[in-house]
């Protein structure tokens, strides 16, 4: 079983920047994807940016410029770069991985979840 913690979240002003950071632990062979999801309240959950095992990267519009994802594949750990936060990245962000283990389908690719960090923009 794969764990995912991350840390990070909080309370920051609008203008101003956070890190978030995620660490995987537990049996794994190889890591397909990791990335970055949030959910604002009373909204769905979206994906924020996305990094391939080859290295490539996705951004949501709405970051473009102002988040910047960054990967380890050997130390299983993904953060996320925030700056120049608004009031709309208000969310609760959710790292996540696809990951090549053996599971409850034997060998196979399989997506886990952290538990999800708080981040709030507020004056």
């Known amino acids: 079983q794969v764990q995912l913690v991350e840390s990070g979240g909080g309370l920051v002003q609008p203008g101003g920047s956070l890190r978030l950071s995620c660490a995987a632990s537990?049996?794994?062979?190889?890591?397909?994807?990791m990335g970055w999801y949030r959910q604002a309240p009373g909204k769905e959950r979206e994906l924020v940016a996305v990094?391939?095992?080859?290295?490539?990267?996705d951004y949501a519009d709405s970051v473009q410029g102002r988040f910047t994802i960054s990967g380890d594949n050997a130390k299983t750990t993904v953060d996320l770069q925030m700056n120049s936060l608004q009031p709309q990245d208000t969310a609760v962000y959710y790292c996540?991985?696809?990951?090549?283990?053996?599971?409850?389908?034997?060998?196979?690719?399989?997506?886990?979840w952290g538990q999800g960090t708080q981040v709030t923009v507020s004056s």
């Open positions: 537990g049996s794994m062979f190889s890591i397909n994807a």
């Open positions: 990094i391939s095992g080859s290295g490539s990267i």
């Open positions: 996540t991985m696809n990951v090549y283990a053996l599971g409850y389908r034997g060998h196979s690719n399989y997506d886990f």
